[in-house]
Structure formats: C-alpha cells, structure tokens
C-alpha cells in the first residue's frame, strides 16, 4: 500500500507540495506515478518518476508548472506543485508499479495509495 499525502485548500497561484510513502516496503526497483481524478471526470496521469535512474515525464499542462522527484533518505516520492490553478483540484493519487521504465497508463500500475484531495479556489 502506499500513503499519499500533503493535500488541502488553496487559493489560486500558491505552491503545494504532496508525498508518497509506501507502506511495509521500499521503491526500489519500481516506477512511481502521480495521477488525479476531478469530479465528474476521469483519472488522468500527471507525472512519473523511476526510482533507481530518476527518470520523469510530465502530462503536458503541467510540465511547467509541477516537479516529481525522489527522496532517497526518506524513501518517499513528492509531487511539488506551483502557481496552482482552480483547474487543478481533483483527488490526487500515487501508484506503483515495477519495471524501471517511466509508463503514463493508470493499468500498468500495481499499487495504489487512497489520495489526498487538493482544492484550489479562485
């Protein structure tokens, strides 16, 4: 299982940075997606990171404005997210699976953690 947290109402413009930690094991090994579900709209990929190499890739919109990156002294992975837009809110999910390649489809992805939901106000 994983743990995602870090969640919360914002208002438009400000940074928030959310976390993934899994529970009873490490990534080693694995590939971490972050993915959101806003209401009334289908799951959709964010960004992904390869724990080993570090390799990323970003859903377009947000290239510019979200950072994915690892911690190795924590073992967790953190979605840093800037200049948030009401566009934006959704539930925010972290997944995992294994492999070393970075893949944007929700099924590839074995493990899940129970989202954080992000909120943003205009």
């Known amino acids: 299982q994983l743990q995602a947290f870090g969640g919360g109402l914002v208002q438009a413009g400000v940074s928030l940075r959310l976390s993934c930690a899994p529970s009873?094991?490490?990534?080693?090994?694995?590939?971490i997606g972050w993915f959101r579900q806003a209401p009334g709209s289908e799951r959709e990929f964010v960004a992904a990171?390869?724990?080993?190499?570090?390799?990323?890739y970003y859903m377009g919109p947000v290239q510019d404005r979200f950072t994915i990156s690892r911690d190795k002294a924590k073992g967790t992975v953190s979605l840093q997210m800037f200049d948030l837009k009401p566009e934006d809110t959704a539930v925010y999910y972290c997944?995992?699976?294994?492999?070393?390649?970075?893949?944007?489809?929700?099924?590839?992805?074995?493990?899940w953690g129970q989202g954080t939901l992000v909120t943003v106000s205009s």
């Open positions: 009873g094991r490490t990534f080693s090994g694995y590939s």
């Open positions: 997944a995992a699976r294994q492999g070393t390649n970075v893949v944007r489809t929700s099924e590839a992805f074995d493990y």
């Open positions: 990171i390869t724990w080993t190499a570090g390799k990323f």
